[in-house]
């Protein structure tokens, strides 16, 4: 924990990264790698000069695990790739205590809020140039992670790009719901 107090960037632990992937089928694990980004001074909230947490990932879908081969990255390997690196995001700002908001939740109880009680709240998703699904890269800001009432509201961008000048991002707002006290929705 100390090397990661004062660096600037670190990668996920990998005893971290496969926890928060593991509620996805091993052939639905399209992240592959993530690197934390962050300002050197902790930010409360919205900080100005940039993001509150960043990671730089990089991704690898060897084939659709729900359709034929498109031959390219498409809308719903962009949410499956958004969520993955949100989820590793909230993890690390739960783990390493690098954000208010989610210092006070224990990585076991980001791990058993992660599917129940983490929604999309808002999503847009622009597709400038087609990427290659085979391999690509991908970042997450999250600009905004605040406590609002029973809330944790996090504001997030992404962006995807290949090395064939593929390109697609956006911009999606997640809320993490407090339901203490109250049992977890069934999911169907």
């Not at 659709?64 to 949410?79: K, M, Q, W």
């Not at 210092?103 to 929604?119: H, I, K, V, W």
């Not at 993490?176 to 049992?183: K, L, N, S, V």
Request: charged content about 25%.
């Amino acid at each position: 924990m100390s090397q990661v107090e004062n660096a600037d960037s670190f990668p996920v632990e990998s005893e971290v990264f496969d926890k928060v992937l593991a509620c996805y089928k091993p052939d639905c694990r399209y992240l592959t790698s993530a690197i934390v980004e962050r300002p050197a001074v902790k930010a409360r909230a919205y900080d100005e000069d940039g993001p509150v947490l960043s990671l730089a990932c990089e991704f690898s879908i060897p084939h659709s695990c729900y359709i034929d081969d498109t031959g390219h990255f498409n809308a719903v390997e962009f949410i499956i790739c958004l969520n993955q690196m949100y989820y590793m995001g909230g993890a690390v700002g739960a783990v390493y205590g690098l954000v208010p908001a989610l210092a006070d939740m224990s990585f076991e109880e980001f791990l058993r809020r992660q599917l129940p009680d983490s929604l999309i709240h808002k999503l847009r998703s622009t597709f400038k140039r087609e990427i290659d699904a085979a391999s690509f890269h991908g970042r997450i800001a999250f600009p905004l992670i605040e406590q609002r009432g029973k809330f944790i509201v996090l504001e997030t961008t992404c962006s995807y790009w290949d090395d064939k000048d593929g390109y697609a991002d956006g911009e999606v707002d997640y809320v993490i719901i407090d339901r203490t006290g109250q049992e977890p929705a069934a999911s169907s």
